[in-house]
């Protein structure tokens, strides 16, 4: 309720006030809703699943913690966040980095969401803070994913596609 106080009624109070217009005003505002309330939740709901919830296997062993960031490509200078990022239990040097994830609410998912994280793995392997021999690209969508996506995640196991379905124990 506060979050949706903050991103929708506070920045237009004044139109609310006048009978009549919330409809007018939920249209104008769902966009920033969805990415500012809906969004951020979900992918906290997926941090959650993942610690708590998700089979080792489905993630390639025992999460010690998960949590989110920022990877940093200095060649091209750019930045890259990780919505969901899965750390194993350390028995050597580096601890292993189990999965990486991408979170989308309102987005069918696809082969560009796959390659973005296979990109951001290549990042992590060669900054050598993690183990990423072993690391897993999971997609997590509320609106489901294409048929290319489906394609790409039967054909390679280090890739899984989680939907509301699996999120919530229904599989």
């Given at each position: 309720m506060?979050?949706?106080?903050?991103?929708?009624?506070?920045?237009?109070?004044d139109?609310?006030?006048?009978p009549?217009s919330?409809?007018?005003v939920?249209q104008?505002?769902?966009?920033?809703?969805?990415?500012?309330?809906l969004?951020?939740?979900?992918?906290?709901v997926?941090r959650?699943?993942?610690?708590?919830?998700?089979?080792?296997?489905?993630?390639?062993?025992?999460?010690a913690?998960v949590?989110?960031?920022v990877?940093?490509?200095s060649?091209?200078?750019?930045s890259?966040?990780?919505d969901v990022?899965?750390?194993?239990?350390a028995?050597g040097?580096?601890?292993?980095l189990?999965a990486?994830?991408?979170?989308?609410?309102?987005?069918?998912?696809?082969?560009a969401h796959i390659?973005r994280?296979q990109h951001i793995?290549?990042?992590?392997?060669?900054?050598?803070?993690?183990?990423t021999?072993?690391?897993r690209l999971?997609?997590?969508s509320?609106?489901?994913f294409?048929?290319?996506?489906y394609a790409?995640?039967?054909?390679?196991p280090?890739?899984r596609?989680i939907d509301?379905a699996a999120?919530?124990g229904?599989?």
């Amino acid at each position: 309720m506060i979050g949706f106080y903050h991103a929708i009624m506070r920045p237009v109070w004044d139109q609310l006030e006048r009978p009549g217009s919330a409809p007018r005003v939920w249209q104008a505002s769902r966009r920033r809703f969805v990415s500012n309330v809906l969004g951020p939740h979900f992918e906290q709901v997926c941090r959650d699943w993942a610690l708590h919830h998700a089979d080792p296997e489905l993630l390639g062993g025992l999460p010690a913690r998960v949590g989110h960031g920022v990877v940093h490509d200095s060649k091209t200078r750019t930045s890259h966040e990780v919505d969901v990022a899965v750390i194993g239990i350390a028995d050597g040097a580096k601890p292993p980095l189990l999965a990486i994830g991408e979170a989308k609410w309102n987005d069918t998912m696809g082969m560009a969401h796959i390659n973005r994280l296979q990109h951001i793995r290549d990042l992590v392997m060669r900054a050598g803070r993690y183990d990423t021999s072993a690391t897993r690209l999971i997609c997590f969508s509320g609106a489901g994913f294409n048929d290319m996506a489906y394609a790409a995640a039967a054909a390679d196991p280090g890739i899984r596609l989680i939907d509301l379905a699996a999120l919530y124990g229904q599989v």
